[in-house]
């Protein structure tokens, strides 16, 4: 077993350093004995575009260390839940801070504490070990959740082969478990209008808007920027995003001019009624800098969404208070990403094609549109009905017409026995 992996005071921490343009490997450790150890070791790799194999370098090294102060032989013996810790080490600089902030949640609260439990090492890790994961994990996460873990596992293992760690992965023998299909909440045009009108003057307007109309991400509605808007052209482009992520224990919102997806940099058309709504909002902010003077923070004074003294909406807040926003007034409860599936839903039933509601909220193919929405389009199965009018040559459509005669006859009947023109019973001749 990997003791000494466990053992903190044999614990080799390490960083990468650069000196002249060359990484250098910097390990420092404290040995069984109390004493301070220190390290500088030359990878003999620029920094200009090494930096990825400059960090699995460091990752070999400080194992190598470790195995040398325990003089034990280090990977053979190293349990898979230390492997899992120190594979999100190695990725660290190579993976955005919010796709590392996900990692290390899957890996650090679920992966890793029933894995240690287990005691399994890396080298005897089976398909049927991390399938009895998955079985545990369903009874408390949802199937989405365990195709995160699967993501993490497969990656991590992956890499465990291309650093000869272990001679093959078992993931091509992993079950993954079956996905829920997906069944979104949807605000119907109508409730669409009344948010709209509720939400007036309110704090959360902006992102219902943004999110109802446009279909835009948390991210991208707090991420939207002055820049961004060009009121010459009447055009919104979506190129920055503003997002939470949970990394070592604390809360880290990043602001970054990248989006989700190649696709979801994205160029829309800047409506009249938002135009205006926009234009309102810009001179009230200039009036609130005016106002509030130093106080005013001009630091994120540059976004569209701010509050009186300039400040960014948190990312937090919008996800948070929406829900309470609609108990308060009335309006069923969905979440704030609801509305974009409402903008989708709306824009189905209006007749846009799903290619083109691909394009309208960024989805990075077409296969994600389709799967999430194509359930939804009705108009095209009105098309697929119409294309069957063979049906109207068979007997069943000829007792309809039959059936639909005698009916109407009955009704012209007892209005010239009555007087009067009987209420209909719903039974329409087509």
Known sequence: MAEHLQAKKNKVSGHLQERNGIFYMMLNWIDEAGNRGRKAISTRL??????????????????????????????????????????????RPEVKPTTFGGYQLNV????VPYFKQKRTLLRELTAEDINDFYKEQLKRVKAMTVHKYHANISKALKYAVQKNFIPHSVMDRVKRPKLDRFVGKFLKQSE???????VKGHRLELGVIFGAFYGLRRSEVVG??????????NTITIEHTVTVASIDGKTVIIADDTTKSKSSYRTLP?????????LEIQAEQEKNRKLCGKAYN????????????????????????????????????????DLRHSCASLLLANGVPLKAIQEWLGHSTFAITADIYAHMDFNSKIASADAMK?????????????????????LHAL???????????????V
């Not at 620029?46 to 190598?64: F, I, Q, S, W």
């Not at 209005?415 to 001749?429: A, I, N, S």
């Open 108 to 111: 650090q609260k679920a992966i």
């Open 46 to 91: 620029t920094v200009k575009g090494n930096k990825g194999r400059a960090a699995e370098m460091l990752y070999l090294a400080r194992k190598e260390q470790e195995a040398l102060l325990l003089n034990l032989p280090g990977i053979d013996d190293m349990l898979f839940s230390d492997f899992m810790e120190e594979w999100l080490e190695a990725i």
């Open 270 to 278: 800047l409506v009249p009624a938002i135009r205006s709504k926009l």
């Open 415 to 429: 209005e010239d026995e009555q007087g009067e023109k009987p209420e209909t019973t719903g039974f329409t001749r």
């Open 224 to 233: 939207l920027r002055w820049e961004s808007i060009n009121f010459e052209a």
């Open 298 to 337: 001009k630091a994120e004074g540059h976004y569209v969404y701010t509050d009186a003294l300039g400040n960014r909406i948190k990312p937090d807040y919008i996800s948070g208070e929406f829900p309470k926003f609609l108990t308060k007034h009335g309006f069923r409860r969905i979440r704030f990403h």
């Open 192 to 198: 669409t209008v009344e948010l709209f009108e509720a």
């Open 390 to 410: 063979w049906i109207d040559s068979t007997s069943l459509a000829r007792a309809f017409e039959q059936a639909a005669l005698e009916v109407e006859q009955q």
